[in-house]
């Protein structure tokens, strides 16, 4: 049987993958949560690794502002802490799946990011995520999968779909930016597309390397926000056109989060389904966002 093991397993898709993955009767799954597991900690990595034959590290720090401070504490989870669990997957043969992120592009394209488009973060964020690419690439050229993943919402967790549907209780209208672009990415499909490619990895079908897991499509957070309000019966119109230039924070965003899908095939898998489907699924009666 084949053995996993899920670091971050308390997170948003840390969950759905545990919930997806044990939903399967042939693996063994061990899901680590933080209190768990301290992926910083090069003693306990080796040991947590040890018997199982893919990792897939959901772990990360993920509040983009606060790493604009704390840089070091930020890379710390998110670079250095990946280059323990890929020594420790190499060391004992494992294959290594690790989320990553859009932030590590500039995001100042005008079309879709192939997967070998060049790497320039905007923020400190986006420097400690890339790290933990280049850790995962040197260490596992032949075993390390990179999923970059991005404006992820799902039912477990802070996100912007489900702050739109708090703030619909709370204020008449809200203020959302149209000027940055990107395909909101439901945590579910998205962990499903991770089992996927863990099937194809473990039978030699998927080669290594960098791979884009988000919705197929693009919109904007203006856009995204009516989309959700429409799908909820709510009216559109409460929701205000602004610009980022409204809304200063510590850490730049990308203005354009779109990436390409090409390397799916490859993998004689399919890129994930378009965004506008897979939101009106989540928000069904009886689903969460």
Same mark, same amino acid.
């Given at each position: 049987m084949t053995r996993v093991l899920i670091t971050g397993a308390g997170g948003m898709l840390g969950r759905d993958l545990v919930a997806v993955l044990r939903s399967r009767g042939d693996l063994s799954v061990t899901a680590t949560t933080r209190a768990e597991l301290d992926i910083t900690d090069p003693e306990a990595v080796p040991a947590a690794v040890a018997g199982h034959d893919l990792v897939v590290n959901t772990a990360a720090w993920t509040d983009v502002d606060r790493a604009e401070a704390q840089e070091e504490a930020a890379t710390a989870v998110n670079g250095h802490a990946v280059a323990h669990l890929?020594?420790?997957?190499?060391?004992?043969?494992?294959?290594?799946?690790?989320?990553?992120?859009?932030?590590?592009?500039?995001?100042?394209?005008?079309?879709?990011?192939?997967?070998?488009?060049?790497?320039?973060?905007?923020?400190?964020?986006?420097?400690?995520?890339?790290?933990?690419?280049?850790?995962?690439?040197?260490?596992?050229?032949?075993?390390?999968?990179?999923?970059?993943?991005?404006?992820?919402?799902?039912?477990?967790?802070?996100?912007?779909?489900?702050?739109?549907?708090? +703030? /619909?209780?709370?204020?008449?209208?809200?203020?959302?930016?149209?000027?940055? !672009?990107?395909? #909101? *990415?439901? =945590?579910? @499909?998205?962990?499903?597309?991770?089992?996927?490619?863990?099937?194809?990895?473990?039978?030699?079908?998927?080669?290594?390397?960098?791979?884009?897991?988000?919705?197929?499509?693009?919109?904007?957070?203006?856009? +995204? /926000?009516?989309?959700?309000?429409?799908?909820?019966?709510?009216?559109?119109? !409460?929701?205000? #056109? *602004?610009? =980022?230039? @409204?809304?200063?924070?510590?850490?730049?965003r990308p203005a354009y989060s779109v990436l390409g899908h090409d390397r799916w095939a490859a993998a004689h898998l399919r890129p994930l389904a378009d965004w506008r489907s897979a939101l009106a699924e989540a928000l069904a009666p009886g689903t969460s966002p």
């Amino acid at each position: 049987m084949t053995r996993v093991l899920i670091t971050g397993a308390g997170g948003m898709l840390g969950r759905d993958l545990v919930a997806v993955l044990r939903s399967r009767g042939d693996l063994s799954v061990t899901a680590t949560t933080r209190a768990e597991l301290d992926i910083t900690d090069p003693e306990a990595v080796p040991a947590a690794v040890a018997g199982h034959d893919l990792v897939v590290n959901t772990a990360a720090w993920t509040d983009v502002d606060r790493a604009e401070a704390q840089e070091e504490a930020a890379t710390a989870v998110n670079g250095h802490a990946v280059a323990h669990l890929a020594q420790a997957c190499a060391a004992t043969g494992s294959r290594m799946i690790h989320i990553s992120t859009d932030y590590v592009l500039p995001g100042d394209a005008t079309e879709p990011y192939p997967e070998d488009a060049p790497t320039s973060p905007l923020n400190a964020y986006g420097r400690s995520k890339l790290a933990g690419e280049l850790a995962v690439t040197r260490l596992l050229p032949d075993a390390g999968y990179i999923v970059r993943t991005a404006w992820l919402y799902g039912e477990h967790g802070s996100n912007f779909v489900a702050t739109m549907l708090r +703030l /619909a209780d709370e204020r008449e209208s809200i203020d959302v930016v149209t000027d940055q !672009r990107g395909q #909101p *990415t439901w =945590s579910y @499909r998205l962990a499903e597309q991770l089992a996927a490619l863990a099937d194809a990895a473990l039978a030699g079908r998927a080669a290594p390397g960098i791979y884009h897991g988000t919705a197929s499509g693009e919109t904007t957070w203006y856009d +995204l /926000a009516r989309t959700v309000f429409t799908l909820r019966g709510l009216d559109p119109g !409460r929701i205000r #056109p *602004t610009t =980022s230039g @409204r809304y200063r924070r510590p850490a730049p965003r990308p203005a354009y989060s779109v990436l390409g899908h090409d390397r799916w095939a490859a993998a004689h898998l399919r890129p994930l389904a378009d965004w506008r489907s897979a939101l009106a699924e989540a928000l069904a009666p009886g689903t969460s966002p």
